[in-house]
């Protein structure tokens, strides 16, 4: 089911969705609430048409219906209590650790050098380097706070003892301050041998499995540094993964979508016989298409219709990102940033620099810092909220949003805060399928 005929007033935005008699309702939004609510046909009709390539207020069309008009002003202005600020201050409390920087498999759309490497010859982070520069940054973070690592490469299995050490050494430095540290591992599963298994079962790590299909597409999309198959390796892998399942803190598969690789649906159905927790369908960072886009956010919605038959919002929410947006809209959380680049999160590469994002690593002019050194100069302009430093405080989605991804963005116009419409359509079209069907689990018939 496709949300259609989107239109807006202020901050409210409003579409149609057929309800079971056949019958039109309309879904609307409160931009700066958070708030999901059924509108009158009548107030609907008030509203101006839009796209979801317009982030801008519309011009308000000439009032026909005064009391439907009054209705849709007293909700715009109202405000809520309990939607909170999405404003991040300076802490880093989120670090994503470059293990190894080297990788058994060559993916066609590797980010990483085509082999993990980001075109640097250390393939592997220093533990001796490594613990003291985890000790510095959780001197940084307060008390009774969250602590997020997550292990990458590469292929960070390739290095499982190092894993082990950085685990053991920030689960106890953190207990003095009841930081709560939380693991996670993104990995091509192809290397999870008995050692492995055995880190696995002593560090209840969140587990990322990158899947993207069937044997037929996985092979050509993630073949191994000699071309051969790598499908088999990874479904052995995921097998072993769950042998151990009440050991992990979960498990996800994460697929990517580009031109080589079209039918979610049919990856969708391939995912739920694996039995993950959680399913991630990705748009590949680099895709400049519009009618690719368009043939993914219909498989999006396809995908969605069939998780909603099978077990409705249980179902729903193993779709990483309908799961997401579901969160947002409960806890009535904004965000102000799409992610926390430069402000609550930094990158460490296997030479211990850090980067205010993942995909900035092998850059020299993105490096921010080093060891127990950060660049607070460099940080600064990091430190406004992204929805305001990419001019997006119009558009009805931003604090679902967050700004949008400043990688993508760079890499489709050149600048980190010139939008990628791409990026914003793709993100508009998936907030209002999450809203259609945040509206049939929350809003009473």
Request: charged share 25%; glycine share 6%; net charge neutral.
């Amino acid at each position: 089911m496709i949300p259609s005929k989107l239109k807006r007033y202020q901050d409210i935005i409003a579409f149609e969705e057929i309800g079971p008699n056949q019958q039109p309702r309309y879904v609307g939004f409160h931009a700066s609430n958070l708030e999901v609510a059924e509108v009158s046909k009548e107030a609907y009709d008030e509203m101006s048409e839009i796209t979801v390539s317009t982030g801008e207020i519309p011009a308000f069309k000439k009032t026909l219906d005064m009391e439907a008009h009054d209705q849709l002003s007293d909700w715009n202005n109202e405000v809520n209590d309990h939607a909170r600020s999405g404003e991040i201050g300076f802490e880093i409390r989120s670090i994503t650790l470059n293990v190894t920087q080297v990788c058994n498999l060559k993916c066609t759309y590797c980010a990483a050098g085509g082999d993990g490497t980001y075109g640097d010859p250390v393939t592997r982070i220093s533990i001796e380097k490594t613990l003291p520069q985890l000790k510095f940054l959780i001197a940084g973070i307060r008390p009774n706070r969250k602590f997020h690592i997550s292990f990458v490469g590469g292929e960070p299995l390739l290095y499982p003892d190092g894993i082990q050490a950085i685990y053991d050494y920030v689960t106890e430095e953190t207990k003095a301050k009841n930081i709560t540290p939380v693991f996670s591992i993104v990995t091509n599963g192809t290397v999870i041998n008995d050692k492995v298994i055995d880190m696995f079962k002593k560090t209840k790590l969140h587990v990322t499995v990158s899947l993207d299909g069937e044997k037929k597409i996985n092979d050509v999309m993630r073949p191994t540094r000699t071309g051969a198959s790598s499908t088999d390796m990874t479904l052995d892998g995921i097998q072993k993964l769950h042998s151990i399942k009440n050991h992990l803190g979960s498990f996800g598969i994460s697929g990517v979508f580009n031109e080589m690789n079209q039918n979610i649906s049919d990856t969708y159905n391939f995912f739920n016989q694996l039995n993950p927790d959680w399913m991630e369908f990705n748009f590949a960072y680099s895709q400049a298409s519009h009618d690719l886009q368009l043939k993914y956010l219909e498989q999006m919605n396809m995908i969605a219709d069939l998780a909603w038959v099978k077990g409705q919002e249980l179902e729903l929410r193993k779709i990483k990102v309908f799961d997401h947006y579901f969160n947002l809209l409960d806890s009535q959380q904004k965000i102000e940033n799409h992610c926390g680049a430069g402000k609550s999160y930094l990158m460490v590469d296997a030479k211990n620099q850090l980067y205010a994002c993942v995909w900035s690593v092998g850059k020299p002019s993105e490096v921010v810092g080093s060891g127990s050194f950060i660049d607070h100069a460099k940080l600064a302009k990091y430190q406004k909220p992204l929805i305001v430093l990419n001019n997006c405080q119009t558009c009805w989605a931003r604090y679902l949003c967050g700004g949008g991804c400043m990688y993508i963005h760079e890499q489709h116009t050149g600048d980190k805060h010139k939008k990628d419409i791409l990026f914003c359509e793709r993100t508009r079209s998936l907030i209002l399928t999450s809203l259609l069907y945040y509206k049939k689990a929350r809003v009473s018939e």
